[in-house]
Structures are given as structure tokens and as C-alpha cells.
């Protein structure tokens, strides 16, 4: 079954490409604005072989792993701060609120201005906007502790510290995965978007190159880069997840069997 | 009204055949309520879901009312296992009994007076604008059992219906199946594990072999009516039945074939469109 | 009474303290990156007019409701099509994986190409940016459809369009919301860079030309109401979200509870 599924999927893929082929050769979109797929493999394939385009692809992704590790550390620390704190989870939960959902592409003018076209206006955009995603997820997790496992605990005169390690880290760890993952995916589109719109080197910028030198099919070879980049992040991300949450599960069944 | 006919399903998943059902073959009358029981794991569901029209069999037949049975057919009503599951989450108790009537295109003013009408007879009058998890367990399979009413259904089928609830809220519900059959004349096959439960509630008692699932015994309940929670468990005849389909049972538990019971038990409980090499 | 008010004070106290600190800390500020806050919030009335808001905050709202509630139509009708049938979920995931990777921002320039620079390509890039949460979640949502839920229906007979209203929408809606919540996001994103791009009017064109004609007090005041546009449409949403899923957050609050029944 998986077999035939994975089949479909190739075909459902070969499907595509076809599709995107035949479309501008039959003139039913103008070849000029959406090329055929041949004409962007080509494309495609001169900027694998192009020096510079290895170079934006390393901006791109130093951006994106710099912004995610502050992103991700800043969060579960200040996410388990707020939740170990008496008290802290109830004065920070508006301002919590407020600040998750402002765009991190307000910042962007705010990043022009200080750090021009650097790699810190980069990371500021894709550090306040992955920030959030862990955080809350982090907050998300503290709260699922179960209230007769946290009893328990405490009856037995478990620490705090104890407590920690064994009823709130197991608990909150699979929404602190959720949370990566998450992070992950943000951190890329604003990494892309920074170099796009601010001009930081990279992937982003070298679209924008594209665009405005009217080279469509390096452009759409371009974004096709990114679609792969993101679809690696996805996946790599997943992947982590279920081994990481694999791990935890196993160890919790043996403790209950 | 309901007759089986050398029903027989086997699921295929993966070049691995189960065969869950044998070869059954028995009938109910008009206005009857049969129990059907048997050990854990024989394939009771599959075959509720057979008559029910939501499995189709490998071979043999249903027939309701003469007419073969190839999909869910109208007249015919199930109530499952899972109350919890069974009710739409989403929909108020009014709502949840009132769907299968818009399904039937009654006129508003017909099914306001069949919802009243049904929740009145389960006790449920006031819980008509709350929503089914804000209920008891025994309270959500009442509305389960008063949904199955207002369709007035020719056939109730009952899965298992109260295994979930516990023995206070089960005694309840037992009297009030009783009370409704007796009231509403409605042909009522009931699928236990329990046998006291299948003494006490059937008129008849099928007794069905571990899977692969073959009739071990029909009998008739003769007990007086109505039956009692207290008088009727209490005599002398009630101890004999049941200690009959207790020994039917533990034989048919004995001859079973030593067999991957646990993976029987599951495929059978499988959801129709789901090929058992899921789990 | 007096929980109220404690919860309350909890409320304001940190933003409160927040805010004293901005203000105190940028007070003397000679900085002209970071303007005192005094200034900027001068600056906000005189900015923000009434004249200004009809010009550029309600273009970029209208904008950004046509692109989302376009992609919520088309995510949640063609997420239910590809749920319902295994095969076509098969024959898409790989497709829809992979469009649903590509960085929504990198559309501005493709559709720029085909639609200009007018109010269509912005809707069109909130659109189709749009689209993705919404589908893949529509997609999971309607795929998980409890199989006892869905006997129960085929039971008595419920198909069709009855099963669709009454079944298959409201079991995935749950999962749906949590789509169009991530596409709100999403869509304000591309709302402001839509309009960063190529635009004469509109929150992200305005706070833009702040930004390059160094009205910093201005720019401030812009990213301000940007921060504070983001805030109160993720308000509404919930709003509408508690509504609408009131069902499901009272069943979840029951399963919770010690003792409860899950």
C-alpha cells in the first residue's frame, strides 16, 4: 500500500512537471512570464554550476541557522523561566499576546536603518518571528502537565529541580519539538524574505537580481531552490521530531509497563 | 423479518486472509428482541455491521424483510459501543436526534414532535440544548438510543450498547431497552459479551463460537414478564439459563483454535474501509 | 471582585513597566534611530489622520481580505475534494509538499509578471500564499474523520451534501481554523511586503517611504500601527474562532478536567 502510494506520488509529480511544460507551449500563459519546465531545469542547471550561486545559497542558510538557534535557545529558556517563576506566566501572558502577533515585516524599515544590508538585519527579522513560535509552544507544553503526575511528584517530595527534569521536561518536550519545527519553516521564510526586500546577500537577493534584469527562468530556478530548501527543512525537521518523540515514548512505555 | 443466511466474511489485507465470520445462519421475527452472544473477539461487530448494511459480506446473505440487504437500509436503526463517538460533538442533543430526520425530509413540525417524543421516552426532556460530552456516559447513550427511536426504525441494532457505562447506569439502560420494546413493538437485535445481560434483557439467546464465528446455540428465555432488576435474577430459572449459555460459552472459548486471538479480535473491529494491516 | 482586579493589575502591570522603561530609557535619547517614545507618540496623531487611515490602512485591509478570504474558499473546497479520496491525496502530497515549501514572499516577483503591480497581484500573492496552511490542514482535518462518527452516518443515511454539512466540515473544523490561523499571519506578511514592492499606497508603502526619507518619529508610528493591526486581527480571529468551535473547546475543557471523561 505504501508502495503504490509512494507510485502515485511520482506520477502525481510527473503530473506536475508535464503540466508545467505544456502549459506555456501551448500558449495557454505567455513563455516569457512562465516558462516551460525544460527552460527552468536548464536554467536550473547553469546555476548549480555557478560559483556565486553556492555562495548566496551558504548566506541564505547561515542566516537561517544563526536566526534559529538564538531563536530556539532564547525561547525555551525564557519559556521554562517564565513557567518555573511564581507568577512570571501571569505577568507575562498579555504582553505575550501582543507581541507574538505584530509581523516581524514591520521591522523591517527599523532593520534597513541599523544594519543596512548585513546579516544582522537578517537575523533580527528571523529571530523576533521564530522566537514567538517556540516560546508559546513552550508555554503550551508547561501548561499540559498533568496536575495528578505534578501531585505525585510532589507527594513524594520531589525538588523543584526534580520536578523539572522528570514530570515537565517529558511532558513539555514534544511541544518544544512542535515548536522547532515550526521555527524552522518561519525562520526561512523570513530569512528568504529579509535578503528579498532589505537586499541581504543570498538566495532572496539573487531573485530579486533576477527579477529586475528580466531573466525569468533563472528566477523561477531560483524559487524553485527555495521550494527545495523548504521542503529539506520540513522534513528534516519531522524527521528529528519522530525520532526525538520515539525515543520519549519508548521511555515512558517502559516505565509504565 | 430479519433472516441470515449462511453469512460468511472473510477481510484481505496484505495476502492475509481473517476469516472473522464462518457460516451463520439464524433468524429474527417481527417485534422480537434477540441477544446475540459470545466470548470476546468472535466477530460480534462484523457481523452487526453485516445485517446493518455497512459491511459487505464475503458470502451468504441479509435479508430485511424479504429484501436483500446491500447498503444501510431505511427502517433500520444502530446504536453503537462508542456513545462517546457516535454522537456528533458539534451538534446539540436536539440536533444530534433531529439529523436522520431531516435526512428522511420529514416536515419541521414532524420531527420537532418525534424529537420530543423521543427524548421524553428515554428521560431526557431538559437535555435537549446541551451538548452531548456535557452529558454522563449513561446519559449520551441515552440520547444515542432516543436518536434510533425517532427514526422509528422497524430493526434496532445495539452493539455492545452499554459496555462502557457502569452497573448502576447499565441496570437503567437494560430496563429502559426493555420498557421501549415492550411500548414501541420494535424488532430489536441486541450483541453482547455479558450474559446476564443477554439473559436477562433476550426473549432469545443466540450463543455464537469463538472466531471464526459459527451459531453454538439457540434457546428461548423462557422468563415471566416484566422482568425485574431484583425478582428476576434472583429465580431459580434465570440461574439455569444462564449457567447454560455460561458452560455454551466457556466450551466455545475452549475449541477455539489456538490462533492470533488478539489480531482476530482487532481486525474484526476494524472500520469498513480500513484494511486491517493498519494496526 | 477583587480576583478580577488582580488579574487585571497582572494584565497591566508588565506592559505597564515596559513602556516606563522605553519611555525613561529613550527620553534623552539624541539618537535619531531611536527617538524618544514622547516624540513618537507627538507624532502619532499628527501622522495618523483619519484621512490617512482611509488611504492607506483601508487599502491594505481590503487587499488583505480579498487575498484571504479567497485562498480560505479555495483551500477549504479543494482540501476537502483531495481529503475525501485517498488516491488523489496520494497522486497531490508530494506537489502540494513542495508548493507548500516554497516561501510565499518569493511570489511577489513571479506574479508581478503576470499581474503588474496593481491591487490584483496583491491579492493574488496573499492568495496564494494564503492557500497552503489552509489546504494541508483541510486536507489532515478531513482525513481524520472519526470512523464510528462516520458509520453512524452512513447508518442513517447521511450522504451527500447533508454528510459534507453535518460530518465531514464541522469534524475538520478544528484543523481548518488552525489553518486560517497561520494564513492570517501569512497573509499580513505578504500584505506588507506586497506593498514594500510596488505600491502607491498602503501601510507597507507608507511606512517604506518614512523609512527612506528619514521621518524616523514617523517610521516609528508606522511600525507601531502595523504591530498593533497585527495584534487586533489575531483578537478578532479568536473571537471568531471561540464561536465557531465552541463545541470543541468546551469537549476539550470537560477531558481535561480531573475526573472528567475524555
Not at chain 1, 495557454?28 to 519546465?37: L, N, Q, R
Not at chain 2, 450483541?191 to 428461548?220: C, M, N, Q
Not at chain 3, 486560517?180 to 506593498?195: D, F, K, T, Y
Request: charged share 20%.
Amino acid at each position: 500500500m505504501r508502495g503504490s502510494g509512494a507510485l502515485l506520488g511520482a506520477a502525481g509529480l510527473a503530473g506536475f512537471l508535464a503540466l508545467c511544460e505544456a502549459v506555456p507551449r501551448l500558449g495557454v500563459v505567455d513563455a516569457d512570464y512562465f516558462p516551460p519546465a525544460a527552460r527552468v531545469g536548464d536554467a536550473l542547471l547553469t546555476e548549480l554550476g555557478d560559483r556565486s550561486f553556492w555562495t548566496a545559497l551558504g548566506d541564505t542558510l547561515t542566516g537561517w541557522a544563526l536566526g534559529l538557534s538564538i531563536a530556539v535557545t532564547a525561547g525555551v529558556l525564557a519559556g521554562v523561566v517564565i513557567a518555573v517563576v511564581p507568577h512570571l506566566r501571569e505577568l507575562t501572558a498579555s504582553t505575550v499576546e501582543f507581541l507574538r502577533p505584530i509581523p516581524s515585516v514591520a521591522l523591517i524599515p527599523l532593520a534597513v536603518l541599523l544594519y543596512g544590508t548585513a546579516l544582522r538585519s537578517v537575523l533580527l527579522l528571523v529571530v523576533y518571528a521564530a522566537f514567538w513560535q517556540v516560546l508559546v509552544q513552550v508555554l503550551y507544553g508547561v501548561r499540559d502537565v498533568d496536575p495528578v503526575a505534578e501531585e505525585t511528584a510532589r507527594s513524594y517530595g520531589l525538588g523543584t529541580w526534580a520536578r523539572g527534569r522528570y514530570v515537565l521536561w517529558p511532558t513539555a518536550l514534544p511541544y518544544v519539538m512542535t515548536g522547532v519545527r515550526l521555527a524552522a519553516s518561519v525562520a526561512l521564510i523570513l530569512a528568504v524574505t529579509a535578503e528579498l526586500v532589505i537586499g541581504a546577500p543570498g538566495l532572496g537577493a539573487r531573485i530579486a537580481v533576477a527579477q529586475t534584469s528580466q531573466a525569468v527562468p533563472e528566477m523561477y530556478a531560483l524559487i524553485v531552490v527555495t521550494g527545495l530548501l523548504g521542503l529539506l527543512v520540513n522534513v528534516g525537521a519531522r524527521t528529528v521530531e519522530r525520532r526525538a518523540l520515539a525515543w520519549h515514548q519508548s521511555v515512558r512505555g517502559e516505565v509504565t509497563v | 423479518m430479519l433472516d441470515v443466511r449462511g453469512l460468511r466474511k472473510v477481510y484481505e489485507a496484505s495476502g492475509r486472509h481473517v476469516e472473522a465470520v464462518r457460516d451463520l445462519t439464524f433468524t429474527v421475527g417481527a417485534g422480537e428482541l434477540v441477544c446475540l452472544v459470545g466470548p470476546s473477539g468472535c466477530g460480534k461487530t462484523t457481523l452487526l455491521k453485516c445485517v446493518g448494511g455497512l459491511l459487505a459480506p464475503t458470502a451468504g446473505e441479509v435479508l430485511l424483510r424479504g429484501r436483500r440487504v446491500t447498503g444501510p437500509p431505511p427502517g433500520l436503526a444502530f446504536v453503537f459501543q462508542e456513545y462517546g463517538r457516535s454522537l456528533f460533538p458539534w451538534m446539540r442533543v436536539g440536533e444530534n436526534v433531529e439529523l436522520p430526520l431531516r435526512q428522511k425530509g420529514l416536515p419541521r413540525s414532524r420531527r420537532r414532535e418525534l424529537v420530543a417524543g423521543a427524548l421524553r421516552s428515554v428521560g431526557l426532556s431538559d437535555a435537549s440544548g446541551a451538548y452531548p460530552w456535557q452529558l454522563s456516559g449513561g446519559m449520551q447513550q441515552r440520547v444515542a438510543i432516543a436518536r434510533a427511536l425517532a427514526y422509528e426504525p422497524d430493526v434496532l441494532l445495539m452493539d455492545e450498547p452499554f459496555a462502557a457505562v457502569d452497573a448502576q447506569t447499565r441496570a437503567d439502560l437494560e430496563d429502559l431497552v426493555r420498557g421501549l420494546w415492550r411500548q414501541r413493538g420494535i424488532t430489536i437485535l441486541f450483541v453482547t459479551h455479558d450474559i446476564d445481560e443477554a439473559v436477562y434483557l433476550g426473549e432469545r439467546v443466540v450463543v455464537l463460537s469463538a472466531s471464526p464465528t459459527v451459531v453454538r446455540e439457540e434457546l428461548k428465555v423462557d422468563l415471566p414478564d416484566p422482568r425485574d432488576q431484583l425478582t428476576t435474577r434472583v429465580e431459580p430459572r434465570f440461574a439455569e439459563l444462564r449457567t447454560r449459555v455460561y458452560r455454551q460459552i466457556q466450551a466455545a472459548k475452549r475449541s477455539a483454535e489456538p490462533g492470533p486471538r488478539g489480531a482476530v479480535e482487532k481486525d474484526t473491529d476494524a472500520p469498513a474501509d480500513q484494511a486491517p494491516s493498519a494496526t | 471582585m477583587s480576583r478580577a482586579l488582580l488579574r487585571l493589575s497582572y494584565a497591566l502591570a508588565l506592559p505597564a513597566v515596559l513602556m516606563a522603561v522605553w519611555w525613561l530609557a529613550s527620553a534623552d535619547s539624541t539618537n535619531v534611530y531611536w527617538p524618544p517614545l514622547r516624540t513618537v507618540l507627538k507624532t502619532f496623531p499628527d501622522v495618523w489622520t483619519p484621512g490617512r487611515l482611509r488611504a492607506d490602512v483601508v487599502p491594505s485591509l481590503l487587499r488583505l481580505a480579498g487575498g484571504y478570504l479567497t485562498a480560505a474558499v479555495v483551500g477549504v473546497a479543494l482540501g476537502t475534494v483531495i481529503g475525501s479520496y485517498r488516491r488523489v491525496r496520494s497522486v497531490c502530497e508530494p506537489v502540494m509538499e513542495f508548493l507548500r515549501a516554497v516561501p510565499p514572499p518569493v511570489l511577489v516577483p513571479v506574479i508581478m509578471l503576470f499581474a503588474g503591480i496593481g491591487d490584483t497581484m496583491k491579492v493574488l500573492v496573499i492568495a496564494s500564499g494564503c492557500v497552503w496552511p489552509v489546504l494541508l490542514n483541510t486536507v489532515e482535518g478531513v482525513r481524520a474523520v472519526d470512523p464510528v462518527l462516520a458509520e453512524t452516518a452512513r447508518s442513517y443515511g447521511v450522504r451527500g451534501v447533508a454528510r459534507l454539512k453535518d460530518l465531514v466540515l464541522p469534524s475538520a473544523s478544528p484543523q481548518i481554523f488552525a489553518g486560517l490561523r497561520q494564513a492570517l499571519s501569512v497573509g499580513i506578511i505578504l500584505m506588507v511586503i506586497s506593498e514594500m514592492f510596488a505600491a502607491s499606497d498602503g501601510l507597507g508603502f507608507t511606512v517604506v517611504q518614512f523609512q527612506r526619507g528619514f521621518a524616523l518619529p514617523e517610521m516609528w508610528t508606522g511600525i507601531l500601527v502595523l504591530g498593533l493591526l497585527g495584534f487586533l486581527l489575531s483578537v478578532l480571529f479568536q473571537v471568531v474562532e471561540r464561536r465557531a468551535l465552541g463545541w470543541y473547546h468546551g469537549r476539550r475543557a470537560v477531558g481535561r478536567r480531573p475526573g472528567g471523561r475524555s
